[in-house]
């Protein structure tokens, strides 16, 4: 039975008028038009499809939408700001964190969630917390090097609020 | 250089407008008018072509390469275009599926014309807009297309100078080129831009002679390290795979797939499924699908289909494997013969016999085999994830029944490829399914498909004999592989008495004799076709012979090497390795293994460690020293060869497709386990300096020693050798009890 759900999508509100059963993944791709979380496995092995509900990680391919309502979701697309990339994005880009780039939103969503809970993670809190998250082209050692260069900055720009 | 003739060949059926392109990245979408080349350039304006060919060496033409035209490859089949705004774009029906070459390419026009790398535009992978093309695999597109686009531009720049020398009534050697513009060496303010001096300006040129390119020494963008141009867009979710493509009115496909391969399609029941709101079922013979103008909606009323399938005849599985692919070998092709073997087996003090075997492996890029297809009237338009668009359109057009020209077939971002996408059986899957729907139709493989429908690695056998003599020198090598193919079975050693012979190439169900198929599924080309296993095989028995002989293993390699490249890249992976080697086992778990892959070479060495109750591997720290010629982006060559390292721990240690009866029983990622974050070595790249060699391939070359280094530190650290790949912990356990047993 189809009913409509509401919510924020990129700080944006939001209604889709369909069955809550589905997966957030499939209404974010096609109803939403939002294609930069990935299927890459269906059944929460990859984390491609990795985007953020209420500031915590969720897999979009597991996550049905009923859960969503009135709930704030942000993916990929809603990172940057204003066309100013978040450090995260940039430390990827700096330290070579994606060839293909097809697991990246999941990764930097990922990352993002780690830095919020954990805003000075040692390689191997970032290395943990990315578990889940697949690669198969790059070196994973690139993505920890972006994560962590992205923790710095973010410390860097908070130092510069507080000094405001 | 002669105007170019006009010709209907190469197909260069572009957009009206030259700007859509850019908006995309690789092949994303815009209209599709079918114009001849001639009304391209007119509509694209002004602009300076220049054709050029681009031959891929004779390995590609065994392959397979033709031309459009029959003439392959001294026909022009690739340009380059200096736009009336200054803007260079070359157009390459190569394809960026994470390799790098979308920045490499780009960096290596800007160097040669002498604009910023920012105005280089690079249109790949579209079959109206770019030339033909082979596809995108064998480590061969800065090798092959590098090198002639590096010419051609060289040749756009001499013109553009002979331009600016009558309009600033200079001597054409008294004007240098910087920054998109000729300017008169002594007085720099008198220049005019490219911009300037093609204006509205026509000019096709045919590359012909070699103009001579910049020397190394005069280079400020190509060696330096790069950032990847496409980075923005893919850390943004900007990019665009082929899954993210929308037309309007177009329906996802789910569809009905049989249990087995080899199960035929006995009954179905379509019923529930045509029921299911907004599903509506399409059939052709054995093609049975959902289409819903929602993928997952789709997939639900798949689920509704009652459908009967034939058992598959195979009654293979990963245990009898082995003995069927001896069984079923075909006749051998020598690949390499000297000396004679009765001589060898003369000269040596012993002789060491092994066989090793590899098991089936998939390819798992990260993004599912997707297409996209749209028919309209006779014109069919194609996105697809693929590695080979050209081959891959023609064949949508014998699907289709419509001229080859009348496809066009655009490659948006690739996901990974690794030799799987060379096959497109979705594409096929989409064109017949939109032309049952009578409209656009998506086919996205989901995992388990993936894993179901892949061209896997072959499983493959290796009997190795080889003699050493007195001294320690090889001095006999009889190989036999079975279904690997050839690559790389050749031995990067001196040895005087020798024979290499392949059964079998590896490569599709393979025919056999009598007609019966060596392998139950398809195989192909994975990342270093032949040549992981070929060298799992070569380089763990080299390791078996340095013991024998008493030395280290890095000492025996580098007194058994002849090539001098080899030896210089063993020595400097030794040198960063800092850890000397002595004779294996030594209980600390070094490797070391080698080879030239199709000229570039690789050494790797590797510290594990070993968990002897659970048969654990631990890889502490892998170096990996490759001389690849001269290096385009530093950065892009460092992250190939890391890529290689992380993927290669994954065939070594876990990745094995186990099937039975036709089935595949790996169907996602919780099974096939391939490489994760708690897995990470730390990796040390050395890029051995060697500008004087033109660029070698660096996509594949250094994941092709990673089953050896491992095995060969495996013994180190225990002193069991493991001969079958992969080395998971089950047979490692089992190899340490039957040593100790």
Not at chain 1, 134 to 153: D, E, T
Not at chain 2, 104 to 131: F, I, K, N, Q, R
Not at chain 2, 341 to 350: F, N, T
């Amino acid at each position: 039975m189809d009913k409509t759900i509401r919510f924020k999508l990129n700080g944006k509100e939001v209604s889709v008028a369909t069955s809550p059963e589905r997966m957030l993944l499939w209404v974010l791709r096609t109803d939403l038009d939002h294609t930069g979380a990935k299927y890459g496995c269906g059944e929460g092995y990859c984390g491609a499809c990795t985007v953020l509900v209420d500031g915590r990680p969720q897999l979009a391919c597991q996550f049905p939408l009923a859960k969503a309502e009135g709930r704030s979701v942000l993916t990929i697309e809603g990172l940057a700001k204003g066309g100013r990339l978040h450090p995260l994005q940039q430390a990827f880009i700096d330290h070579g964190a994606m060839q293909c780039g097809y697991c990246t939103p999941g990764m930097i969503l990922r990352a993002y969630a780690l830095l919020r809970e954990t805003p000075d993670p040692s390689e191997a809190e970032i290395a943990d917390a990315l578990e889940g998250n697949l690669c198969r082209c790059n070196n994973y050692g690139r993505i920890i090097a972006a994560v962590r260069a992205a923790s710095q900055a973010l410390k860097m720009k908070g130092v510069a609020r507080e000094a405001r | 250089m002669k105007p170019v003739k006009s010709r209907t060949h190469p197909r260069i059926r572009p957009r009206g407008r030259d700007d859509e392109y850019t908006m995309y990245g690789p092949g994303g979408p815009g209209p599709a008018p079918t114009l001849e080349r001639r009304e391209f350039l007119k509509l694209a304006g002004g602009g300076l072509v220049v054709f050029f060919a681009v031959g891929e060496g004779a390995e590609a033409q065994i392959a397979g390469a033709r031309g459009p035209d029959g003439g392959y490859p001294e026909d022009p089949n690739a340009y380059l275009k200096v736009g009336a705004d200054g803007r260079v774009t070359c157009f390459t029906g190569k394809i960026e599926m994470g390799q790098g070459i979308h920045t490499s390419l780009a960096m290596m026009l800007a160097e040669e014309l002498d604009v910023p790398l920012a105005s280089v535009d690079m249109v790949m992978g579209d079959t109206a807009l770019c030339p033909y093309d082979q596809g995108t695999f064998g480590s061969r597109s800065t090798k092959y297309f590098g090198p002639p686009m590096r010419r051609a531009a060289a040749e756009a720049r001499g013109i553009l100078i002979r331009l600016a020398s009558k309009r600033l009534g200079a001597a054409e050697d008294e004007l240098a080129t910087k920054d998109g513009a000729v300017y008169v060496a002594k007085s720099p303010a008198k220049k005019v831009t490219y911009a300037g001096l093609i204006g509205g300006k026509r000019i096709e040129v045919r590359l012909e002679k070699k103009p001579p390119i910049k020397p190394l020494a005069k280079h400020t963008v190509s060696g330096k390290p790069t950032p990847r141009r496409d980075g923005r867009d893919k850390v943004t979710g900007e990019a665009k795979f082929s899954g993210d493509i929308r037309l309007p009115g177009m329906r996802y496909a789910a569809i009905l797939r049989p249990p087995a391969h080899g199960a035929k399609l006995k009954t179905v029941d379509t019923a529930a499924a045509e029921k299911y709101p907004g599903a509506r079922v399409v059939r052709d013979g054995d093609l049975v699908a959902v289409l819903h103008e929602k993928p997952d909606l789709a997939r639900e009323a798949l689920a509704l289909i009652q459908a009967e399938f034939d058992p598959s005849p195979s009654t293979l599985d990963n245990s009898t494997i082995f003995d069927h692919l001896r069984r079923t070998a075909p006749n051998a092709e020598t690949v390499e013969q000297a000396g004679s073997l009765d001589e060898g087996a003369k000269l040596a003090a012993q002789i060491v016999e092994r066989s090793y075997y590899a098991h089936y492996v998939a390819h798992a890029p990260s993004e599912p085999h997707t297409a996209l297809v749209e028919i309209e009237g006779d014109k069919v338009n194609v996105w697809a994830s693929t590695q080979s668009p050209f081959r891959a359109a023609d064949e949508v057009a014998r699907t289709l029944g419509v001229v080859p020209a009348n496809v066009r077939l655009r490659t948006p971002f690739v996901g990974c490829g690794f030799g799987g996408k060379n096959q497109g059986g979705q594409i096929i899957e989409a064109a017949r399914l939109a032309k049952l729907a009578g409209r656009p139709v998506q086919v996205a493989w989901t995992r388990p498909e993936e894993f179901f429908n892949d061209s896997f690695r072959p499983a493959a056998v290796y009997d190795v004999k080889a003699g050493l003599d007195a001294a320690g020198k090889i001095v006999l090598w009889d190989y036999h592989n079975y279904h690997a193919g050839s690559r790389s079975s050749q031995p990067v050693y001196d040895i005087p008495h020798k024979r290499v012979l392949a059964y079998g190439s590896g490569f599709g169900g393979g025919g056999g004799q009598g007609g019966v198929r060596p392998h139950p599924f398809a195989t192909g080309a994975w990342r270093g076709p032949g040549s992981n296993t070929n060298i799992f095989a070569t380089e763990s028995h080299a390791d078996i012979l340095a013991e024998a002989a008493g030395l280290d293993p890095v000492a025996f390699r580098l007194k058994n090497l002849a090539n001098d490249r080899m030896k210089r890249v063993v020595e400097a992976a030794a040198k960063q390795f800092g850890r000397a080697f002595a004779k294996a086992p030594t209980g600390r778990g070094y490797g070391v293994a080698i080879t030239d892959y199709l000229n570039t070479c690789v050494a790797a060495m590797v510290e594990v460690e070993v968990d002897k109750a659970r048969g654990e591997v631990r890889v502490l720290r892998v170096v990996c020293a490759q001389d690849t010629g001269e290096v385009i982006n530093p950065d892009g060559a460092r992250m190939q060869i890391e890529g290689c390292v992380t993927m290669g721990l994954g065939y070594a240690l876990t990745e094995e497709i186990r099937f039975k009866n036709g089935r595949v029983l790996d169907q996602n990622f919780h099974t096939y386990q391939v490489p994760r974050f708690s897995w990470l070595p730390k990796i040390e790249v050395v890029l051995v300096d060697n500008p004087d060699l033109a660029p070698q391939g660096c996509g594949e070359p250094a994941v092709t020693v990673m089953g050896a280094v491992l095995a060969n530190a495996i013994y180190d650290a225990i002193g069991v050798r493991l001969f079958m790949l992969p080395m998971t912990p089950a047979r490692i356990v089992e190899a340490i009890g039957k040593k100790s047993g």
